[in-house]
């Protein structure tokens, strides 16, 4: 979990992680930044994100984001 | 036909609910069924044809996608079998069967909206070759046909992908692709997004009637009021903008911007207030698009729905592609993260403004509109991380009012001209009108005095028309929804409200010779 807050920290670092709930729908994340944020989890976690699990529900709080990772790694 | 046609909002309308209201629940969607296909034959005859091949190819494809899945289940129950072989065989079959469908649905968009162009285009190559031309066929397009493919092609992706599942029912999936307020501008929702409330849509409340209408009169307040007169003067500007001045041609091109938002955010008005009456929640299409930091955030407030089909269904497909994520590996030895994405998602963005720019149009100003807003945006990534350090050397705080309003500004401006290339017969009128504005901007010639076509009358009431729908804006942008206030007045003041907008209206809409009716703008899209 760490990892990945620095992970987004690091794309993008006006934004508390730890609070933050709608990263997506709060659009404080855009495609463009969630591309990165996708390179950089399947460099980091070795796992695959398919383009159908990049919904709001996924991607909108560091909580969401690392149970993706979590469920992608037991695929 | 428009959504402003009186006889549609408050007579083909108010009949449907009536017939809506009388008949049982069971035969409530065939009711809304039949109101969708009677506009659609109304207004195309016999192309309706078409929308009904494009619902049974995708019903189909739905359908044998399920099988499919159940007899790749059944394999894989087996044992001694590889498992990632049967995965992949069953894939293959239906990314055949996707393909296929996706190509169907899109050739009759292509031969309807595309054929005439693409003919022109290789007749101008023939002809350097002297090579004998072929003969230009136009067509008149099936009502709608561009938010109905798209819509199809979301239904037909979302289950080859397993995020939906396929629809047994031919009468949900059919409302869903052709649902009478829909059909004509969109919104283009997801099957998920609104197919089960329009099927399940089962009553209409004296509360929801009159929520809805409420919204329908706003809708035609910004037709009637504003889109009407600010048509006058913008085809004086874009007809003639060689006798004017820069500042004259400034004020046409962010006329032609608010009367396109208007006209469209009118629709949509009438739209969303439709379903509101049968308590259906059609996803918004617009929200506040002048209060954007960037074009980027221009764009996730402006055509929505648009926005997220391009976004969902090319975007992200392109840019996680096998090539494209190679290309982004082998780029993230030699750049950083944001560089090295910035490469695979422009190729990907390329993608998106071509078929955002072809989408609204067969042409080539079209097609330069949205290569403008690709490289706006381009752009602005690239150098984002330079304005941020900027900023910080000059200690500008990014996130101060004064700083806001700036960026609004910036976009604004950029927004006008990307609007003005849009509106403009060739690109190369568009080229000349902003070298006017840059040479010309304060020559007067004698066509500064007049009023742009409009009298004193017109312009006062345009003003008054903006700012209103400015401060409902700011309320909005600022979470106060105004219709829910006006819901919690007292009855008196509450109908006041109503009387005024509608007798706003009767009384001042523009009525008459004078004014010739901006003809829905996005349904020829």
Redesign the interface.
Known sequence: MDKLIEILEELQPDVDYNTCEDLVDGRHLDSLTILSLISEIENEFDVEVPTVEIIPANFNSAKSIYALIEKLKEE | MSYFDLWFAFLFVPVVVLIFLLVPKKAKPYILLFASYAIFFMVSNFLIIFLLLSTISIFLAGKKFKKLDGEKAKELEKEDIDKKLIKEKYKKKKKHILVLVILFNISFLFVFKYLKFFTINLNAILKVFKLEELSIISLIAPLGISYYTLKAISYVVDTY???IEADDNFVRLALYVSFFPQIMEGPISTYSETAEQIYNASKVTYHNFCYGYQRILFGFFKKLIIVDRLNILVKQVFNNYMSFNGLSILIGIISYTMLLYMEFSGTMDVVLGIGDIFDIKIPENFRQPFFSKNI??FW?RWHISLGHFL??YV???V??SKPLKKL??SL?KKLS??Y???I??GI??FCVWFLNGLWHGAGWPFLFFGMYHFVLILMG?IFEPLIIKICAKLKINRESKKYYGFQIVKTSLLVFIGEMFFRADTVRDGLRMLKIMFTKMFVLSKNEFYYFGLDMFDVALIFIGLIVVLVISILKENNVNVRDEVEKKHIIVRWAIYYLLILSIIVLGAYGPTYAPVDPIYADF
Request: cysteine-free; aromatic content about 8%; proline content about 4%.
């Open positions: 992908n397993g995020k980027t955030d996730s976004k969902d975007f992200y497909p840019s996680l982004s590996v993230r993260a944001h090295s994405s910035l695979a998602g990907a963005l990534n």
